[in-house]
């Protein structure tokens, strides 16, 4: 038996195909595979998801604002891909467990991340938006690859909970990263662990067809959601850009992983429309034309058309969401401009969970060096 | 001589390395297209072409194990980890491959492979950016480990380490990137100082302060204020982490009978405990005060806003100076 690869149409930063249930011009049309899931969606839901998208954008918009005034250390952008984030996350139960990456402000968002939380790491004042268990939402992770073995991880807890005295569940873990981190061995791994345990674990690959400079095709000459099932792992490759198609797949996979069938994967393809970080210059590397192209498929514009022709959404309530959107952006603006860095010693807490001579020495060592300043810590 | 950043003095040794021999190669991630994310290895893809120089998936450890493979067939290649603290994914590949297979090969296959690290902190990065991992290189035999802390050493050490038959793990402190130095472009590469010795950068007689990378500016600014305050400090760069070049740090404690060593990295089991034993075991009897080390916190590397209270700064090591000069300082005695 030979096994011989499938490539994509087009792997050069191209959609190739891929499930869609709303086209870019805001048509609703019907796919097989994903339409048992998104078929009897309320527009209150659409609206829904709709606002979030929004919300994302604007929260994007303020980060890389803040980022050029100077008051965050920098900013990574997520316009362009609010449809996979917000879709995806939408789905999911508060007791799922999320593992992201460092770009998706959408699924912390829609989590339920606070202001404050939205932008200290970007700020440089923690590394971490603080205790994952409170919206069961891990901090964004900057090594690539590495939170998808800890949602693998998780999944198998899930698996055990008698263990810990606990009622079984059926909540699911996912994970979030990108094409560029689909090359990473603790991405293949992850997939390795998972259906070996047959975990309840998602897998949600963005991919946004850059991992910094580097086009997809320098990570995979296939469809990356076609090396899952290599794994035994099923996977669906959706539109990324498709808000509908993003909540529509991940409605299958988690009922999947729910009901004990194990773990799933989706490719969502879409793209990332801003620089890697407001540290990168993408014109060093990116076509225009591709750009503009990309700009055609706007996640938020296909759902603006389709409620507005359904009616769904009038001028009303589309002001109501852009003046909730600001709220947002002012919240997180009055966030950032009030924080007030944390004092020097605390550098030597939550090192060990309990006592450490070493460091005690330490702290006591820096806070008389500290005292020695006359003017004292500023 | 010209006047270069660092960031441009590395990028014209690697180009002169493309050009002077065909077994050179650059692979990492965006080095090719973009230049790197710093920009060293900018311009080298449209001079020496695609199969020189490589992006590659985003995989550490793919990195350095193909570059494994690619010196087992003669190649002499150069790869960039982006940021010091993504070297971790390519651990394995580096002491339990690269460090080794000379050793186990009784010398049969060589593996000249240059690792360059942008590295340490200063420059308000986000968090795994701002790492000093050096010690445990260090403690790995078969690798050979450097620092540079300006242009000149940049150009001339880079390309020491590329026509090096041994692994050189280089580490390149991304605060210097943009800082100008001279660098004789044209000067020969044998007439070069070997990137395995010390450098004195300051004379001085008081006492000897040790150290190397951007901690090396911080060094020269303490022995500026010292001077000021009537305290002559001598400064060394060590280059070479390993191995030291204790010829040169023991010529001048020796000297001055008094040693601070300081480096950013965190001072549990680091470079800095070894120079100290080092200096112990060869200058016991000229020691008039027990060599002590000035370093980054035993903690993980803060959050941008407070990485300064944990770099050791001009004030700290000056501390330390008092100190082995038994003169009255800012520790009280509860403290120690
Ligand atoms: C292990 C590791 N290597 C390198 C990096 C540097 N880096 C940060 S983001 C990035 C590109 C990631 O691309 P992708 O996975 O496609 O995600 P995207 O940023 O496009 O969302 C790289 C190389 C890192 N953070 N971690």
Not at chain 1, 269 to 286: E, F, K, S
Not at chain 2, 106 to 122: D, E, F, K, N, S
Not at chain 2, 140 to 163: E, H, K
């Amino acid at each position: 038996m030979t096994y011989l690869p499938s490539t994509t149409t087009d792997p050069d930063t191209d959609m190739g195909p891929v499930a869609q249930v709303i086209t870019p011009d805001g048509e609703r049309i019907v796919d097989p595979t994903l339409e048992p899931w998104v078929d009897g969606i309320s527009d209150d839901l659409l609206v829904d998801l709709y606002r979030d998208m929004v919300r994302t954008r604007r929260l994007d918009g303020e980060g890389v604002a803040l980022q050029r005034q100077g008051q965050l250390g920098l900013w990574a952008p997520c316009e362009g891909q609010e449809a996979v984030q917000v879709g995806t996350a939408r789905a999911l139960r508060a007791a799922d467990f999320v593992f992201p990456s460092y770009r998706e402000s959408g699924v912390q968002l829609v989590r339920g991340a606070t202001p404050t939380e939205l932008i200290q790491v970007w700020r440089g004042e923690e590394q971490s938006m603080g205790d994952p268990f409170i919206r069961r939402t891990a901090g964004p992770q900057i090594i690539i690859g590495a939170q998808t073995l800890h949602a693998v991880g998780y999944a198998m807890g899930i698996q055990r909970a008698e263990a810990l005295g606990e009622a079984p569940s059926d909540d699911v873990a996912v994970t979030y990263f990108g094409d560029g981190a689909s090359s990473q061995g603790d991405v293949h791994e992850a997939m390795v662990f998972a259906a070996s345990f047959g975990a309840p674990v998602v897998f949600v690959c963005s991919n946004n067809q850059w991992a910094i400079s580097e086009p997809v095709r320098v990570q995979s000459r296939t469809p990356l959601a076609a090396r899952a099932p290599a794994f035994g792992i099923p996977s669906l490759r959706v539109d990324g850009n498709d808000v509908l198609a993003c909540y529509g797949a991940m409605r299958w996979a988690l009922e999947r992983a729910r009901s004990g069938s194990g773990p799933a994967y989706i490719e969502a393809v879409t793209y990332r429309m801003g620089p890697h970080t407001t540290a990168d210059d993408p014109t060093r590397y990116r076509d225009p034309a591709e750009l503009s192209r990309w700009r055609g498929r706007d996640p938020i514009a296909r759902v603006h058309a389709l409620l507005r022709a359904s009616g769904a959404l009038n001028d009303q309530r589309e002001a109501d969401i852009a003046a909730d959107a600001d709220t947002l952006a002012a919240e997180v603006r009055a966030a950032c401009l009030s924080y007030r860095t944390r004092d020097p010693l605390t550098v030597f807490d939550e090192v060990y969970a309990e006592p450490h001579a070493g460091l005690e020495a330490q702290r006591k060592a820096h806070s008389a060096y500290l005292d020695g300043f006359e003017e004292g810590v500023s | 001589m010209t006047a270069l950043t660092m960031a441009k003095a590395l990028n014209a040794a690697l180009g002169r390395a493309l050009a002077d021999d065909p077994s050179v190669l650059i692979m990492g991630e965006d080095v090719g297209t973009l230049g790197g994310v710093f920009r060293i290895t900018d311009g080298l893809l449209g001079a020496h072409g695609a199969s020189r120089v490589i992006d590659t998936p985003l995989a550490e450890s793919g990195i350095v194990g193909t570059a494994v493979g690619l010196a087992y067939r003669g190649f002499r290649p150069v790869v960039e980890i982006q940021f010091d603290g993504f070297v971790y994914p390519a651990f394995d590949q580096i002491v339990c491959q690269v460090a080794k297979l000379h050793y186990r090969t009784r010398g049969a296959v060589r593996m000249p492979l240059t690792v360059r690290i942008p590295w340490a902190g200063g420059v308000g990065a986000a968090e795994h950016h701002s790492e000093s991992p050096e010690a445990y290189f260090v403690h790995t035999s078969g690798l050979r480990v450097v620092a540079v802390s300006n242009p000149s050493d940049a150009y001339f050490m880079l390309r020491q380490a590329i026509a090096c038959d041994d692994p050189v793990v280089f580490f390149e402190p991304k605060r210097l990137y943009h800082v100008k130095g001279e660098v004789d472009l044209d000067a020969a590469l044998a007439d070069a100082p070997p990137m395995g010795l010390a450098r004195v950068v300051r004379a001085g007689s008081d006492a000897t302060v040790v150290t190397y990378g951007a901690q090396v500016t911080t060094a020269l600014e303490a022995a500026e204020a010292a001077a000021d305050d009537g305290v002559s400090l001598e400064v060394i760069d060590l280059r070479s982490l390993s191995p030291v070049d204790y010829d040169t740090v023991a010529a001048s404690v020796r000297r001055t009978g008094r040693v601070v060593i300081t480096h950013e990295a965190p001072g549990e089991a680091g470079v800095g405990a070894e120079v100290a034993a080092g200096i112990t075991e060869r200058c016991f009897h000229h020691l008039e005060a027990p060599p002590l080390r000035v370093t980054g916190h035993d903690i993980p590397y803060p959050p941008a806003k407070l990485e300064r209270h944990h770099l050791p700064d001009l004030d700290r090591i000056l501390d330390a100076v008092d100190r082995v000069l038994e003169r009255p300082h800012s520790l009280s005695e509860a403290a120690q």
